[in-house]
Structures are given as structure tokens and as C-alpha cells.
């Protein structure tokens, strides 16, 4: 797989809204009704670059996967923790590009002085053909642990959902804990990695 990493821009917005839309309008891997206008996305892209990464997955000029860090809370302690998130276009999953995305996001978030990685996952007890439990098998796979479940706290298609909290721990934790770099602040020499 000759893959490229790069960041988001928001000239990205519409490649990255047209993978996201399937996972609103025909899964239940998000737990949000509605796909977001062009706006509203180019929104979110800008509010997560302000200090978090957010990365593509590009293979023959075409994003196939992207990933990116955001708050976990909203409190000056949880500064040290983000919440991670991925998609892949699904004609590209189990291609290996998702490990290669989140690889790169943990290597760029270890470099911020980020310590604790966050997912917040739909799952099930009975896979259907909305939600399977792929996504905490891969989690598992890149080295989250499970730390919390919620019970039929998702509801979509007429159907309740679970969600649980995974975790991975890839920093120090110091009595005196060196500030966060914000991403745009980031040197890196050769952003663009092959996969």
C-alpha cells in the first residue's frame, strides 16, 4: 500500500464529508442524525486545528481516511488528554490504513505532550447491519483498553445502542507536567510519510 499522511486542510472539507456522510446516513457508528453542512464541517476542521491534529489518509491524490484528536473535557486539568477519532472510506477498511493513521496521529499527539488517548465507541451486544463491533476490536488491536460502558445510551434506527470509553496511555505523567504545544506549532522537517 503506497499510502501518504498529510494534514487536514480546509480545501478538504468536501472529500472528508462525503466519507463521513455513509457513517451518519446509514450506520450507527455515530451516534448523529443529520450530516453536517459543508459549513458546519469546515467548522469543526478549523476548531480541532486551532491545537489538535487532524491527518489524511491520501493514496493516488484521494483521501481515503482521516483522523484526528479533539478536547476530551473542557477543563484545564483534562489538558493532557484528547479524544481520538477515525473514518475510512469503506471500501478501504481492513486495508491497514486505519493503524497507519492513528500510528501517525499518537506520534504527532506524543510529540504535543499529550499523555492519555480517549475513544468513545458505539458497540452492541448484537451486531446488526447498522453497527458491528469492529471498531473496539481495532482499538484493541492499536493498545486501548476498555474503561467504561454505557448501557443503551445510543438510540438510532429504532434500535438502542451502547457506547464505552477506551483508553491508551502514551505519555509520562510528571509532578510537573510540561505544557501542551499546540499542533500548528509542531516543526516537522518532512510531514509527508509513506504508509
Known amino acids: 500500500m503506497s499510502v501518504i499522511i498529510r494534514p487536514v486542510t480546509v480545501n ?8 463521513y456522510t455513509p457513517y451518519v446516513t446509514k450506520t450507527a457508528i455515530t451516534f448523529e442524525y443529520d450530516v453536517p453542512t ?26 481515503i481516511g482521516y483522523a484526528y484528536a479533539g478536547v476530551f473535557k473542557a477543563r484545564a486539568a483534562y489538558d493532557y488528554d484528547v479524544e ?3 473514518y475510512i472510506k469503506k471500501e478501504h477498511r481492513r486495508s491497514g490504513v486505519g493503524k497507519i493513521l492513528y500510528t501517525e496521529l499518537e506520534r504527532l499527539l506524543k510529540k504535543q505532550g499529550i499523555t492519555n488517548l480517549y475513544a468513545c465507541i458505539a458497540c452492541t451486544e448484537t451486531e ?20 467504561g460502558t454505557f448501557k443503551q445510551c445510543g438510540y438510532k434506527y429504532n434500535r438502542w445502542y451502547d457506547m464505552v470509553w477506551m483508553e491508551k496511555i502514551i505519555g509520562e505523567h ?3 507536567q510540561p505544557e501542551i504545544i499546540k499542533f500548528a506549532d509542531l516543526k516537522e522537517d518532512n510531514y509527508e510519510l509513506q504508509g
Request: net charge negative; glycine share 2%.
Open 12 to 19: 478538504d472539507t468536501e472529500e472528508l464529508l462525503k466519507i
Open 84 to 86: 481520538v477519532t477515525i
Open 38 to 63: 459543508a459549513d458546519e464541517f469546515k467548522q469543526r476542521i478549523e476548531s480541532i486545528l486551532e491545537k489538535y491534529p487532524y491527518i489524511a489518509a491520501v493514496e493516488n491524490d484521494e483521501i
Open 174 to 176: 510528571l509532578a510537573k
Open 128 to 147: 446488526d447491519e447498522y453497527l458491528t463491533n469492529d471498531s473496539v476490536k481495532f482499538h484493541q488491536r492499536m493498545g486501548y483498553r476498555l474503561v
